[in-house]
């Protein structure tokens, strides 16, 4: 009995105290949230070669990437066809939903309507649609851009003169609303203004190049042109630039960085910013929200503004006097002259100067119309590397008559007015290549002159100090042979062929450049003479590898770079009123091994 009630006691002491300990908190499982349905969107670009598209895409990325969504990208390449392919891969993937950048506004329908047909949402960035069902557009105002490129344009102008448009691609809503805009304000604003030329050139560098060099050869007067993008507009200025045009107001539209360069450098009065990174992220921002349910708006504007030399406060830099050298150079085909084109040309960058260059192609008829026409465009002054000294003479007395100062450069002029010359002394060089080819022989032996173009002072000079220091100081050795083989590799080449055959004994051979001394030794490998010295002129990069091979023994080096240098800097000294000699000598110096 006893026993039974200290069992039952302990029993209830037990179920006191279980009662009175406190209860242990279950842990909870830990709670996997579902992620929201994986979005892929597909951005398809029209092209990826215009830096505009590219911020554009940076712009959807960096978006995606915060949103945690797929983006896949493709570019059309400004392909109508290669567009409708990449929307229809995108929806054989079962993309999300489509933003398309269309490449044709028609043209692209057809692969909108099978994107609604299939239940993928579509919206159009900076470009519409011309049909299919599209939940928003998000673009720039392009009409009132246009309006805003015009009214700028109208009153840079004073409202009145020659106006030139460039369009983009035909088919393309940004196209068409840029061109509506421009042409809205023009005609009820500017009506002093004439529109004389309206040319595509497909929102295209190189055919906004290649378009307006046409249309400066039509329109002799342009006060201002307006382009579609500023990729076309860039290449523009390029054109007038090459032509010597000045004076032209430049309008372009996208604010790339290049153009946005161009205003503050003062090639570009202005361009429309859009702001493409914004408008890649309000794309990909709002395909996400309708694809969250939310609602969102069927246009989606984005900001304009006009960027100038004012907005971006600078002041682009605006020379005193705007000056054009004509540059008349021979020949483009040798490289000496070449070289000497460069250094001019990086001489007249550095100083701000426009340099038009000339090719008379070793032929004087082509130079003398070719200095006339640098005289029909009024240029500041001419650089001239004469064909013939005697044939140039009647074009530089028209120079002179016109009133433009007229130098000349590596070979001289027998009449005219010239301020400076600006050359090698052909003639110091000459001896020295006749002291080392007279040593390198021993003093004897029978010697060959390739001589050049007859007529030309470098021919003349170079002639002369060769023969002179050969009659004085080489006695023992005789000059067999002087042909003409006018600085051309080739005629070097068959006039030493037939001097070959006629001189069984041959010590060395002169010749007055590089060109020819190059002919001469091919004709020399090839008949199997050998032991024959040879010494050319110039030092162009073929002949300092001959020397360096062993084939040519030395060449006279000029510095046709430092030559077009200096050539244009003393043209801007004179004038800018400062004093220039009549002479200006490069120095020369001898390549040997």
């Known amino acids: 009995m006893k026993r039974n009630l200290l069992v039952n006691l302990f029993v209830l002491f037990a179920l006191i105290l279980s009662a009175c300990a406190p209860q242990a908190t279950p842990t909870p499982a830990p709670e996997t949230q579902a992620p929201a349905e994986e979005i892929t969107l597909g951005l398809v670009l029209s092209t990826l070669n215009n830096p505009f598209f590219v911020t554009l895409r940076d712009g959807a990325q960096k978006a995606a990437d915060e949103a945690g969504v797929e983006l896949i990208v493709v570019d059309a390449q400004d392909d109508s066809a290669k567009m409708i392919a990449g929307i229809e891969d995108l929806i054989s993937k079962k993309v999300s939903a489509l933003l398309i950048n269309p490449t044709d506004a028609d043209a692209v329908v057809p692969a909108i309507q099978k994107a609604n047909e299939a239940g993928i949402p579509v919206f159009t960035v900076d470009r519409g649609a011309n049909g299919g069902t599209v939940v928003s557009h998000i673009a720039s105002d392009n009409v009132a851009g246009g309006k805003m490129a015009a009214e700028f344009l109208c009153q840079a102008i004073g409202g009145k003169g020659n106006v030139v448009e460039l369009q983009g691609i035909a088919g393309t809503s940004a196209a068409r609303d840029r061109g509506q805009g421009f042409n809205e304000y023009m005609s009820a604003n500017c009506k002093d203004a004439k529109i004389v030329a309206q ?111 004012e907005s971006l406060g600078v002041t682009p830099p605006q020379p005193a006097e705007e000056i054009t050298l004509g540059l008349v150079l021979s020949t483009l085909n040798n490289p000496f002259f070449v070289t000497l084109r460069d250094g001019a040309q990086k001489a007249a960058d550095a100083a701000g100067v426009k340099l038009i260059v000339v090719d008379a192609q070793d032929d004087s008829a082509k130079m003398i119309a070719g200095i006339e026409d640098l005289i029909s465009k009024k240029v500041s002054a001419l650089l001239i590397n004469p064909t013939d000294a005697d044939a140039v003479v009647p074009a530089i007395q028209k120079a002179n008559e016109a009133g433009i100062p007229v130098f000349t450069v590596d070979r001289g002029a027998n009449g005219g007015t010239v301020v400076s010359h600006i050359a090698s002394d052909n003639v110091a060089g000459g001896k020295m290549a006749a002291e080392f080819l007279c040593q390198a022989i021993g003093g004897k032996g029978n010697v060959v002159e390739l001589q050049g173009i007859a007529g030309t002072s470098a021919a003349r000079d170079r002639g002369q100090g060769f023969n002179e220091y050969m009659s004085t100081n080489c006695k023992d050795a005789k000059i067999v042979a002087q042909q003409t083989a006018n600085f051309n590799r080739d005629e070097g080449l068959k006039v030493f062929e037939n001097i070959l055959q006629a001189q069984p004994e041959i010590a060395a051979v002169f010749a007055h450049n590089d060109e020819m001394i190059l002919g001469a030794i091919q004709a020399a490998e090839a008949a199997g003479r050998t032991g024959i010295i040879f010494v050319g002129f110039d030092a162009i990069d073929d002949a300092v590898q001959a020397v360096k091979d062993g084939k040519l023994a030395a060449t006279v080096a000029q510095q046709p770079a430092l030559m077009g240098q200096l050539a244009v800097e003393t043209a801007i000294k004179y004038l800018n009123g400062e004093s220039v000699e009549a002479y200006i000598p490069v120095e020369l110096s001898l390549v040997t091994k």
């Open 199 to 309: 040319q595509t050139a497909n929102f295209n560098r190189d055919e906004g190049l290649k378009v307006f060099e046409n249309i400066l050869q039509a329109q002799p007067e342009i006060a201002a042109v307006f382009a579609h993008n500023d990729e076309m507009i860039l290449g523009a200025i390029q054109a007038a630039e090459a032509a010597g045009r000045t004076g032209i107001i430049f309008v372009g539209f996208d604010a790339i960085d290049d153009a946005v360069q161009a205003v503050k450098d003062g090639k570009l009065a202005a361009t429309v910013a859009q702001q493409p990174a914004l408008m890649g992220q309000l794309a990909v921002e709002t395909a996400v929200k309708h694809l969250k349910g939310e609602s969102v708006d069927s246009f989606i504007p984005v900001a304009l503004s006009l960027v100038t030399a």
